[in-house]
């Protein structure tokens, strides 16, 4: 077995009968959600699970070996799971983890109660990603895309290199969610950076725009870049999910 980097571990807080699942990024790891996990558990309450993505937290050469259905296969295994203990299970997520997201509620809308993506990767990419998808031959692996974080001195756990065959996979994810998008009906928080250096900032106005929910709400965020989770509104991004989580759960509960 590939060893698990510290700090790269599965996590799970028990608490209510309300469940949140928090899903990391694309070449990250689960320590970019943990904050956010043990915040939600800790203020609001909330059974947290937060899984590692196969291929993730490991090594490069680990990842290469893993595509999108791994990595959608483990987020809805862990879902499931949850649903299957909880009254409500939501969802939310971080980049990559947030057009896991989007996916789990357009597939899975009977066990999503409701989402609050982060920066999610919804069509829209930079330059630079298409650049390295159009290369021929490709290259085996680019620099590291990770800790694009607007606070001094705070580092993302996440790989040097990125596998050029991963993201070719997780381009036809973000293809296959965007075109799955419509069949979101579960209230939605999208919340994204306004100077996010990964995933630009277009990707929150295609979800908005896109889902059918009658309940959409829009949080920008303008202190920090892409891993917000990490970064100068980390406790805001608490706040909101948590509230609108609660807020919706108790809703449900009345009805």
């Not at 309450?45 to 196969?54: K, S, W």
């Not at 829009?218 to 920090?224: E, G, I, P, Q, V």
Request: net charge negative.
């Amino acid at each position: 077995m590939t060893a698990v980097m510290a700090g790269a571990e599965p996590f799970t807080y028990d608490g209510s009968d309300v469940g949140v699942l928090v899903v990391h990024g694309f070449t990250g790891s689960t320590q970019s959600m943990r904050y956010l996990g043990e915040q939600l558990h800790r203020r609001f309450g909330f059974t947290v699970v937060g899984p590692r993505l196969p291929g993730h937290g490991t090594s490069p050469d680990d990842m290469a070996r893993t595509g999108y259905l791994d990595w959608t296969g483990e987020a809805e295994a862990a879902l499931r799971e949850l649903a299957a203990r909880k009254r409500k299970a939501f969802v939310t997520g971080l980049s990559m983890g947030g057009t896991l997201t989007l996916n789990l509620a357009a597939r899975c809308p009977d066990l999503v109660a409701a989402i609050a993506p982060i920066a999610p990767a919804a069509g829209l990419m930079n330059d630079g990603f298409a650049t390295v998808l159009s290369m021929n031959p490709p290259p085996d692996r680019i620099p590291g895309i990770g800790s694009d974080i607007k606070a001094p001195g705070v580092k993302e756990l996440a790989y040097e290199e990125v596998p050029v065959a991963c993201m070719r996979e997780v381009s036809l994810l973000i293809s296959i969610t965007r075109d799955l998008m419509h069949k979101i009906v579960c209230p939605t928080l999208v919340i994204h950076g306004r100077e996010d250096h990964v995933v630009p900032p277009a990707n929150a106005m295609a979800v908005v725009n896109t889902i059918r929910s009658d309940d959409v709400r829009l949080l920008w965020l303008n202190n920090s870049y892409h891993v917000a989770t990490l970064d100068n509104d980390k406790d805001l991004i608490v706040e909101r999910v948590g509230a609108f989580f609660a807020e919706i759960a108790q809703a449900a509960a009345a009805a």
